[in-house]
């Protein structure tokens, strides 16, 4: 006994099922509760679960209306005997809740109603959820493949920064190997003549401007990759300056029995940045000499088309393949060269690229008569009469 809580039980051990439901009630003066219940058939219950479900409205009017069709409520036992049901329809959208072991443990489902889950489902009702997942699982493949991709071009560009450095340090290494071999030798004054002395200093300088020009690379690579580089063009005679470039590069073609032949036209000055120009054609020619064979001969032309300045180096060397020609541009890409990568730093015509197009001009590679032939356009080029001779073209012995 429970004091005087009303108990409430569901009977099927009998011919027929039946509601057991009793009260115990206290009674003054005397030493027994009284004990007062009925036995009823389950269809009293029915009629008591109707009228409570008429007479209260489950549902705030504002949000459904009348609640008796939105919602469908079912009472069963615990072992699933259903005792009363409100509607006979029924929906996916349910809960359930138990009324406690003083009322027997029965069981209250509730449905509402699929006509008015839009209404009241905050969001909506959820749809076919296939399509999210295929959206969600092409959307992971997609981010799956470009990590994969991101980490790949990652690796890569680690390997090339590693190559370059590594091509760095060769690259300074062997001008300053030679610099100090024949700055000792003249120090120990082991040489035997004045002219292998005069041929020890032209060594020492001819490495001097090759270490210049490796380390005005790298500083004008980094000034690029940063965003800082900037050039300052001015109205220029083009052949004196191209002329004096030549001029310092003639030493390094000699050391490899280079010609260098020329085709300047004096007559034209174009809007240029001086620095820039010399790296553009050092690199230029640097990269003829490099790729090129000994004893080959390399041809610097300059003309004018219209408003356009044209220079073009041409070498005999393997030429461009249609491969490279897209990728040569990019920095730390060396084109093949004989079977193997050719040796530099990869930044050279990456520097070319950039500073060309900071003058608003273009670079291109094409095939030569022999080998590979390089042109710069800059643009703004005009005609302008000089008294000044032509330079006769010269050559490297």
């Known amino acids: 006994m429970r004091g005087d809580n009303v108990l409430l039980r569901f ?16 009674r003054p003066n005397a030493g027994r509760p009284a004990i007062l219940g009925i036995v009823a058939d389950p269809a009293v219950l029915r009629d008591v679960f109707a009228r409570i479900v008429n007479q209260n409205s489950l549902l705030p009017p504002s949000l459904a209306g009348d609640s008796r069709e939105l919602l469908a409520v079912r009472v069963s036992t615990p072992d699933g005997h259903e005792l009363f049901a409100s509607s006979p329809g029924w929906s996916q ?12 443990d029965l069981r209250v489902h509730v449905a509402l109603a699929g ?21 969600l699982l092409v959307v992971t493949a997609g981010l799956s493949i470009l990590a994969l991709v991101q980490l790949r071009r990652e690796r890569e560009l680690v390997r090339l920064r590693a190559d370059f450095v590594s091509g760095v340090s060769h690259e300074l290494r062997t001008p300053l190997a030679q610099i100090r071999m024949f700055g000792e030798t003249l120090l120990l004054n082991r040489v035997r003549s004045s ?5 020890s200093l032209e060594i020492i300088v001819q490495e001097s401007q090759r270490l210049t020009q490796l380390i005005e690379n790298v500083l004008q690579f980094a000034r690029v990759d940063r965003g800082t580089a900037a050039v300052t063009p001015s109205l220029e005679r083009l052949d004196p300056l191209l002329h ?19 085709r300047i036209d004096d007559d034209m000055v174009v809007p240029v940045d001086t620095g820039a120009l010399r790296q553009i054609v050092l690199n230029l ?12 001969t390399i041809a610097v032309e300059c003309r004018r088309d219209g408003d356009v300045a044209t220079i073009a180096i041409e070498d005999q060397g393997p030429g461009v393949s249609d491969v490279d020609a897209m990728k040569i541009w990019d920095s730390f890409y060396r084109a093949a060269h004989e079977g193997s990568a050719a040796g530099g730093t990869g930044i050279g015509l990456a520097i070319v690229k950039r500073l060309t197009e900071m003058h608003g001009g273009r670079v291109r590679v094409e095939r030569g008569a022999r080998g590979a032939r390089f042109v710069v356009e ?19 012995a």
């Open 11 to 26: 009977d099927a051990t009998g011919a027929r099922p039946s509601i057991v439901a009793w009260h115990v009630a206290a």
């Open 93 to 104: 959208y349910r809960s359930e809740t138990a009324l406690g072991h003083e009322l027997g």
């Open 115 to 135: 006509s008015a889950a839009d209404r009241l489902i905050i969001g909506g009702l959820p749809r076919n959820r296939v399509p999210l997942l295929i959206g």
């Open 195 to 199: 002219e292998e002395r005069h041929r």
């Open 244 to 262: 004096d470039i030549v001029d310092a590069f003639e030493p390094l073609a000699r050391s490899k029995r280079t010609t260098i032949v020329r």
């Open 285 to 296: 020619l640097d990269n003829a000499l490099k790729y090129g064979p000994a004893g080959q």
């Open 378 to 396: 800059l643009r703004g080029a005009r005609r302008e009469h000089s008294a000044n001779p032509v330079r006769a073209a010269s050559a490297g």
